[in-house]
């Protein structure tokens, strides 16, 4: 009976190791033919925008360097929130990525329940940077800034300013300009960037909180009152910076992309160099500043660190009591 038993014992602890290495075989082969069917990328902001453009000039080269195709994809809503928030719940293989946007993933989920935490994502590279404009069409009333504010001041809750989405970067800089300026104005939330300038050029709001390249597009309609960055862009030399109509903050967005938390390593670092890659391409970097961006190549482990940065940053700014008082949305 002893006999029989050891027999057995054996049997079994051979098909343990037999089935342990096959796993690992598995994992072994997993990694090294990864990615081997296409990978969907998706974008949570309306076509035609900022994050819609960088994808599909990033697609063809992420195609070629990943030898698969890239399935550009759309969920839009909620300034965002609808597509992120049902990324972080799909199945996290490395099979799907999404373009992100700081700070809007850190203070969306701060401010509010929007359907998904910040720390849902493993951030895999940060491309690209966008300092913000404030910009009135060319037949506006509005010549400076301080004539804006004049109007805004004889007129309470009177003036809109058009931003995309509730607690993006714009609607922030709504809540600062408010604040600093001591006035009150109605701020408009859009789905994306494309929706918001349709409307800010068919005079549906009095002014729009957009971007670099989105005033170098729109040159022959708009212009801007303030471009709200330290220094002058290039490009866009004519117009005044923050600091010289005396508004004491700067404001960008920067876009990049993203997998679930949990996605496995192998495919985390193929995706970041082949991002990073694409990042520092001259041809790419080039185009980019033609069309008005400031282009990065921040890794993986600098994008979490910058992420950690600006939830503390924005934890402790989001906590003043003139901001949450200046809030548009709650008049």
Excluded at 222 to 243: C, N, S
Aim: aromatic share 10%.
């Amino acid at each position: 009976m002893r006999t029989k038993l050891f027999v057995v014992a054996a049997v079994v602890a051979m098909a343990a190791v037999v089935l342990s290495a096959a796993a690992g075989c598995s994992r072994g082969g997993e990694a090294d033919n990864y990615p081997n069917k296409p990978i969907t990328y998706l974008t949570v902001w309306d076509p035609g925008g900022q994050s819609d453009r960088t994808a599909r000039m990033q697609q063809p080269l992420l195609e070629k360097a990943l030898g698969q195709k890239i399935v550009m994809d759309y969920k839009v809503g909620g300034g965002g929130a609808v597509g992120w928030s049902e990324f972080v719940r799909s199945k996290a293989d490395g099979y799907s990525m999404v373009g992100t946007n700081l700070p809007t993933i850190v203070t969306q989920p701060m401010m509010e329940d929007v359907g998904y935490k910040t720390e849902q994502f493993l951030p895999l590279v940060d491309f690209q940077y966008s300092p913000l404009v404030f910009a009135v069409k060319n037949d506006s009333p509005y010549k400076d800034m301080k004539g804006f504010v004049d109007a805004a001041k004889a007129n309470p809750g009177k003036l809109s300013i058009g931003g995309v989405a509730l607690w993006s970067i714009t609607h922030i800089m709504a809540l600062e300009m408010q604040k600093q300026y001591g006035i009150q104005i109605q701020f408009v939330p859009h789905t994306g960037t494309a929706p918001l300038i349709t409307n800010w050029l068919g005079g549906h709001v009095d002014s729009a909180i957009i971007y670099t390249d989105d005033l170098l597009r729109q040159k022959d309609q708009g212009r801007a009152l303030m471009i709200v960055e330290d220094t002058k862009f290039p490009g866009l030399e004519q117009y005044p910076v923050a600091k010289e109509v005396g508004f004491n903050f700067s404001f960008g967005v920067s876009r990049g992309i993203a997998l679930q938390a949990g996605a496995p390593d192998y495919a985390a670092k193929k995706l970041e160099k082949a991002f990073l890659d694409i990042a520092k391409d001259p041809e790419i970097i080039a185009q980019m500043t033609k069309e008005g961006f400031l282009s990065r190549a921040m890794g993986s482990t600098e994008f979490k660190k910058e992420i950690e940065a600006q939830t503390k940053m924005y934890a402790d700014y989001l906590k003043d009591a003139d901001i949450k008082k200046a809030d548009p949305t709650k008049k």
